[in-house]
């Protein structure tokens, strides 16, 4: 709120000591109400919720609350909770995962008679329990799921300098750090 409380008295009171001081408390009292609308307004629409938003999308969509995730990857998490629909090929299941994670290499998909085996790489693997909820609603009754947690490999890492590597620890390396 650009506009001062004052801007809105008659020229006459605005030189007036009290009715300056008044306006000045109205001022820091407004600012906040206009914060709070914006912080409601936003938590309306998933793209720009915040904190207190995303709980209560995950509240209604009966996600379990998992506070150690970003705030982007809850929003992918809801998103794919939303707009899951079952697939009926294998390409749709694919496109959906591609969906999820942002990108092929992020999991390795292989669908051998009734066994479906899910390779998630390092910067999924803290998202397990969603993408195992998701995928397992999707998939038919008869098709068993199975997901394999894999970290970094040699190739994964190659892909950076050895300067940006001495800023993580070789677990953060092996498991968490996404060089693609």
């Known amino acids: 709120m650009d506009r001062q ?12 000591r009290d009715f300056q001081c008044l306006m000045a408390v109205y001022q820091s009292a407004f600012r906040d ?10 938590n309306f629409y998933l793209q720009t919720a915040g904190e207190q938003g995303l709980r209560h999308w995950e509240r209604i969509l009966g996600i ?4 150690e995730l970003d705030l982007e990857a809850r929003r992918q998490i809801i998103a794919a909770q939303i707009s899951k ?12 995962l591609r969906t999820l994670t942002g ?4 999991f390795y998909a292989e669908l051998d008679g ?6 998630l790489k390092a910067p999924w693997r803290k998202m397990e329990d969603a993408v195992f909820h998701l ?6 009754a008869n098709i068993a799921l199975y997901i394999v947690l894999s970290g970094n490999t040699h190739r994964d890492l190659s ?22």
């Open 33 to 42: 109400l206009w914060q709070r609308e914006r912080e409601n307004e936003d």
């Open 103 to 106: 990108s092929e290499e992020a």
């Open 64 to 67: 379990p609350n998992r506070p």
């Open 135 to 140: 995928v397992r609603q999707m998939i038919p």
């Open 159 to 180: 892909r950076a300098t050895h300067r940006a590597h001495s800023a993580y620890t070789h677990y953060q390396l092996r498991n968490e750090v996404d060089f693609t």
């Open 114 to 119: 009734f066994v479906l085996k899910l390779d």
């Open 85 to 96: 629909t079952p697939p009926y090929c294998w390409n749709t299941l694919l496109f959906v």
């Open 5 to 16: 409380m004052l801007d809105y008295l008659p020229r006459v009171l605005q030189i007036v």
